[in-house]
């Protein structure tokens, strides 16, 4: 079964960090540019980051720019999201969206063709 799987989201306070994981199964990652995307409750589903394939290109949301990291070693490894100086308007589910190869970063949901099931980030202020 082909699938994304995220992990590492909680309640963390204003200020802190934390760290989201997203690995696959049944997928291999080469050649697949990655995306975080989050969506709060009552909103629409948000793009947060994308990085290609071989990490050399990220694009981020404004909103999250200089505090969110998305990052991968390689092809095959997980794909992170560093979240630091966190605020509340931050909390949202998050989710990893597998996209296609190519050096534009994607920031639409719809170009998005796998996505993980989400893992809960709640910041309290």
């Known amino acids: 079964q082909v699938q994304l799987v995220e992990s590492g989201g909680g309640l963390v306070q204003a200020g802190g960090s934390l760290r989201l994981s997203c690995a696959a199964s049944?997928?291999?990652?080469?050649?697949?540019?990655m995306g975080w995307f989050r969506q709060a409750p009552g909103k629409e589903r948000e793009f947060v980051a994308g990085?290609?394939?071989?990490?050399?290109?990220?694009v981020y949301a404004d909103s999250v720019k200089g505090r969110f990291t998305i990052s991968r070693d390689h092809g095959e490894t997980p794909v992170y999201l560093q979240m630091n100086s966190l605020k509340p308007e931050d909390t949202a589910v998050y989710y990893c969206?597998?996209?296609?190869?190519?050096?534009?970063?994607?920031?639409?949901?719809?170009?998005?063709?796998?996505w993980g099931q989400g893992t809960h980030v709640t910041v309290s202020s």
């Open positions: 969206a597998a996209g296609v190869p190519g050096l534009r970063i994607a920031v639409a949901s719809y170009e998005y063709h796998l």
């Open positions: 049944g997928l291999t990652f080469t050649g697949l540019n």
């Open positions: 990085i290609t394939w071989t990490g050399g290109n990220t």
